[in-house]
């Protein structure tokens, strides 16, 4: 199992950057693959990005192309997304869950109830 733990969230006008890191407790790190998701007042929970355990296989929402990207470190056992040129659209809890998967494993899940672990998530609030 795998104990999850963002950060990073914060206020940022509409335009500018921020970068969330997920930090996972727990062996092995690298066997994960993970994501984040995000959900907005009065919104579903959605699916943003997504990276299997090699960050040479990512996925993307359609509404963040282009702006996010995911990646990680299994050194330091933490997932980052890093986003830029936020919109207020953004606004959202964001956040990261974990999945055991294969190495050869290239199916990127996209749905919240096929990630068993998840953080407690993060406030994104992004200003006009």
């Known amino acids: 199992q795998v104990q999850l733990v963002e950060s990073g969230g914060g206020l940022v006008q509409a335009g500018g950057s921020l970068r969330l890191a997920c930090a996972a407790s727990?062996?092995?790190?690298?066997?994960?693959?993970m994501a984040w998701f995000r959900q907005a007042p009065g919104k579903e929970r959605e699916f943003v990005a997504g990276i299997l355990r090699n960050d040479d296989i990512t996925a993307y929402a359609d509404s963040v192309k282009g702006r996010f990207t995911i990646s990680r470190d299994n050194v330091k056992s933490t997932v980052y997304l890093q986003m830029d040129s936020l919109k207020p659209g953004d606004t959202a809890v964001y956040y990261c869950a974990a999945v055991s998967v294969t190495y050869r494993d290239s199916n990127l899940r996209r749905t919240e109830t096929q990630y068993p672990y998840w953080g407690q998530g993060t406030q994104v609030t992004v200003s006009s």
């Open positions: 727990g062996r092995p790190f690298s066997t994960y693959a």
